[in-house]
């Protein structure tokens, strides 16, 4: 059974940077797509970012050029860097292991000044 830890989450100010890692259990991480998500209060949950088992990534077009996903398979690990935070980028984030269904417990990233 794979799990994944989200973490890196927290208050920024508008314009600053967070780095969220997601890390995977298991061997089987280097054979699934996986994916950013994230829910603002009172929204439905959104695809932010994705990357592929060979690393092709697409992205939401509200955070196109502010945001950055990658994967390290050595470390089993997905990151999402963001910068030019917005305050409505303020939400739960969780990752998620697209051909595996599974969903990381959701990190808090709270964008405020």
């Known amino acids: 059974q794979v799990q994944l830890v989200a973490s890196g989450g927290g208050l920024a100010q508008p314009g600053g940077s967070l780095r969220l890692s997601c890390a995977a259990s298991?061997?089987?991480?280097?054979?699934?797509?996986m994916a950013w998500h994230r829910q603002a209060p009172g929204k439905e949950r959104e695809l932010v970012a994705a990357i592929a088992i060979s690393g092709g990534t697409n992205y939401a077009d509200s955070v196109k050029g502010r945001f950055t996903i990658s994967r390290d398979n050595a470390k089993n690990t997905v990151y999402l860097q963001m910068n030019s935070l917005k305050p409505e980028d303020t939400a739960v984030y969780y990752c998620?292991?697209?051909?595996?269904?599974?969903w990381g417990q959701g990190t808090q990233v709270t964008v405020s000044s």
């Open positions: 998620n292991a697209r051909q595996l269904g599974v």
């Open positions: 298991g061997s089987i991480f280097r054979f699934t797509a």
